[in-house]
């Protein structure tokens, strides 16, 4: 386990949350879209669209960017844990 992860169900840390937050500034800015073929088009490859219209299209995809999409299945789910916690702990004061 790197010193970015922490166990399921443990609290965020400052560290695990400051490896969030630069994970996602280093990551191309949004918005990001998902066209999958088949699905959103009918030829082509499935991709990335980062940055609007005239943004880049991620295929293959930037490390900083790899990170993050790779990183987000984890991250987002302690994300939300968090923000539920912190709810929870609001709604008791």
């Known amino acids: 386990m790197s010193k ?3 166990p ?3 609290l965020m840390d400052d560290a695990e949350l400051e490896a969030i ?3 996602c500034e280093s990551a191309t800015a949004g918005p990001w879209e998902s066209f999958v073929e088949g699905r959103d088009h009918v030829a082509g ?3 990335i669209r980062c940055g609007g219209r005239d ?3 991620i295929t293959p995809w930037r490390v900083e960017d790899q990170d993050f999409i790779a990183a987000a ?3 987002v ?3 939300i844990r968090e923000v539920r916690r912190l709810r929870e702990q609001l709604n008791r004061t």
């Open 8 to 10: 399921a169900g443990a």
């Open 45 to 47: 490859d499935s991709f």
């Open 77 to 79: 789910p302690r994300l």
């Open 4 to 6: 970015d992860e922490s």
């Open 55 to 57: 943004g880049i299209y």
């Open 73 to 75: 299945r984890e991250d």
């Open 21 to 23: 937050i630069a994970r």
